[in-house]
């Protein structure tokens, strides 16, 4: 998870803030408390911190026999002194302590103050119990008080820890004290951390790498990036998300490991740049991609996926962003591999393992149809049933709609709508709590007979909740055996929709956001762009000018004698010949030429790459594609278009410069009579 101190966010842009900062109140705010916590429970080891006069700090998971041995006093066990002295040696030490506790010490120096962190496990071996339980008889002392298990802590085993712990503190230290330097972009993105949000999405790999490219998306604007992970059995790195323009191509990008760009990539540890993607990619992404930035995510030695942004000049404050980002990622997987190590050698329950894969192939579905469908076949294959139902609250309606089913007739169907509080699964929904039900002929809440339709007569009805919200309900009946569900079954499968209901939230978000950002960029009357894309577009092509010094063309057009025809036939005619250029100068134009509304019946393009001499040409027969269309379609009244063309850098060194010369050059269009193409 993140290590932030949440109450730094705000002051971190001031001066004062960062020199004062302490490392004692930083180790001990929110967020970092939750780290050790974690750790903690993880490792099965009491942690701790201490001041360099051995004052302890913090104190977390504390183990039952050092909480008994802390009573003993000096005199018999010299604790806790006798755990964090021995981390003022030079290396970090793992020892015994003086009642044969396995521990480790180790010291953390930074903005000028120094503590230590001090991890204590079991007995180191059972001979050190016996020597610790000989001191108690020898002092008389009463018996020890402790109900926990009983485990030992081998000292070899426990080497690896410490220099885990020293390496992430340090490096997220680090990571800290750079962050203080930069500017306020720079803190817009930490501002993204939430711990406990990034500290459950850390538990599944691909939920994280899906907010990794988000939050990328959210920083840069809509810029072509792709994720890619390592399939192992397939030895490639395959892109499996990706965002921005060209989103469809970018997914389609493997990497072998063995190619220059990957060890290059793993030589520097560091993000590389490639200017000419055909030097490293011989096979190519097609014309849209140009360049790439390769950002890698290690663990340890190991590199599990790949960070790919294309067609972005990033600048020297973008990359160090990137990296301190690159740096929380590469945290928050380090801390998941800590916790499948340490949980590695316990034996979990089989149906817990098979909830633990089902789970991991169902957040990385991000259709909505599909993720809903999988959900309810996992969850009838989870606990061995024949029938069930996906209900999904419609939050407009307040109707529960079955957007899954599997059963043996059609008495339920699909897109079926339930009101809410209607039937079992609306008072489920209204109640907020799951049911279980061994005999609805027999349970007094029902007593009805069983229906015609179900083979047994127990079921169950689950709510499920997206944090406190009620988003819908799952309904599974017929187990296999023909046996009642049972409590152990209410609690695997109520387990396993806490474990999606992320999964499920962020694609009933994506399926929202996908339209709401189509909305945002597009004419509502012919679907093309919008004016608000094509200031960004303007802008990106003046970036690739400014990098690659290759002159764009822009050009502006409208109907001439559209009042007219307004006036003659309607404006619901006149909506439907707009719709009709807008359509004809779509498919008349290059794949790399961009179209949108500018207002009214204006219309202007963007050709990237393009010098005058070839946008003229562009623009004639553009010109002539359109006013084909429209005397096929418009026979009673044939229209012509005047186009005026500008080119940057040629004739504007701005955006809006670059507009107002192809308003005046298509002023001028009009202004001769019309049906023309003028040119500065």
């Keep these: 998870m993140p290590i932030d101190d949440k109450d730094s966010t705000h002051a971190s842009g001031s001066a004062e803030y960062r020199e004062g900062l302490e490392l004692r109140r930083l180790l001990t705010s929110g967020a970092w408390v939750e780290y050790f916590e974690e750790l903690a429970r993880a490792t099965n080891t009491e942690v701790s911190l201490q001041d360099s006069q051995g004052t302890q700090i913090f104190l977390t998971n504390e183990n039952s026999f050092c909480r008994y041995v802390r009573t003993l006093g000096p005199d018999i066990v010299n604790c806790p002194a006798s755990c964090w002295q021995p981390a003022q040696l030079p290396e970090i030490p793992v020892y015994r302590c003086q009642a044969g506790i396995a521990c480790f010490s180790l010291p953390v120096e930074k903005f000028g103050d120094r503590v230590f962190i001090t991890g204590r496990g079991g007995f180191a071996s059972y ?65 993204l951390f939430d711990s406990q949000a990034f500290g459950t999405l850390s538990k599944s790999p691909d939920l994280m ?26 030895a490639l790195y395959r892109s499996v998300h990706a965002v921005g323009k060209d989103r469809e191509e970018t997914l389609r990008l493997t990497l072998a490991p063995d190619i220059a760009l990957m060890k290059r990539i793993h030589d520097t540890k560091s993000a590389v740049f490639f200017e000419d993607l055909r030097a490293v990619l011989p096979s190519g ?7 790439a930035y390769f950002i890698p995510l290690f663990v340890g030695e190991d590199l599990p996926a790949v960070i790919a942004i294309f067609n972005r000049d990033l600048s020297r404050e973008d990359m160090k962003m990137l ?57 009838l294959e989870l606990l061995h049933a024949e029938q069930g139902s996906l209900m999904i609250l419609d939050s407009d309606t307040s109707e529960l709609v079955i957007e899954a089913r599997k059963g043996r007739d059609d008495a339920v169907q699909e897109k079926m709508r339930f009101k809410r509080g209607e039937g079992i699964s609306g008072m489920v929904l ?20 069983n229906r015609p339709r179900y083979r047994t007569k127990s079921f169950m009805s689950i709510p499920i909740k997206i944090e406190d919200r009620l988003a819908g309900v799952l309904n599974l009946s017929d187990k296999v055996q023909g046996i009642p569900f049972t409590k152990q079954d209410l609690n695997l499968i109520e387990l ?37 894309y094509l200031n960004r577009r303007l802008s990106e092509e003046i970036t690739r000018y400014n990098r690659y010094r290759s002159p764009f063309s822009f ?87 005047s186009v005026g063309l500008a080119t940057f850098p040629d004739d504007a060194s701005s955006i809006m410069e670059l507009i107002e010369k192809t308003d005046q050059a298509l002023y001028l269009a009009k202004k001769g009579g019309g049906n023309r193409v003028v040119y500065l």
Aim: hydrophobic share 40%; glycine share 6%.
């Design 209 to 234: 790498y899906r907010y990794v490219l988000d939050t990328i998306e959210f920083v840069f604007g809509d810029t072509p990036a792709a994720l890619l992970t390592l399939d192992r059995g397939q």
């Design 555 to 641: 050009i502006m057009l409208d109907l001439d004698k559209f009042k007219e025809y307004n006036d003659t036939f309607g404006h619901i005619a006149g909506d439907n010949l707009i719709r009709n250029l807008a359509s004809v100068m779509e498919k008349s134009l290059r794949t790399i030429d961009i179209a949108a509304r500018f207002g009214g019946d204006e219309f202007v393009a963007i050709f990237p790459q393009t010098p005058k001499v070839d946008a003229i040409q562009i623009s004639n027969r553009l010109k002539e594609k359109i006013e084909k269309s429209m005397a096929e379609h418009n026979a009673d009244m044939p229209l012509s278009i």
């Design 430 to 449: 209204d109640q907020g709590g799951a049911l279980l039900v061994e005999d609805i002929e027999k349970d007094p809440r029902f007593r009805q007979l």
């Design 323 to 379: 990296n301190a980002f690159r740096e929380y990622v590469q945290m928050n997987l380090e801390n998941q591999n800590l916790r499948r190590t340490a949980l590695s050698s316990g034996k979990a329950d089989e149906k817990l393992n098979a909830l633990a894969d089902i789970s991991r192939a169902i957040v990385a579905i991000l259709d909505k149809d599909q993720l809903l469908s999988t959900l309810l076949e996992k969850s």
């Design 127 to 191: 001979g050190d119990l016996q020597g610790f339980l000989a001191i108690i008889r020898q002092h008389h002392l009463p018996g020890l008080p402790v109900s926990t298990p009983l485990y030992f802590t081998e000292l070899e085993g426990l080497k690896a820890l410490p220099a885990y712990v020293s390496l992430s503190v340090n490096r997220h230290l680090n990571t800290v004290e750079d962050r203080y330097s930069l500017e306020e972009k720079f803190f817009r993105i930490t501002s």
């Design 496 to 532: 396993f929709i806490h474990n999606v209901a992320i999964a499920i939230e962020r694609s009933l978000l994506y399926s929202q956001t996908e339209r709401l950002q189509k909305l945002s960029i597009t004419d509502p009357l012919t679907g093309i762009y919008n004016r608000r």
């Design 285 to 291: 992404l097609g014309e849209a991609m140009k360049s």
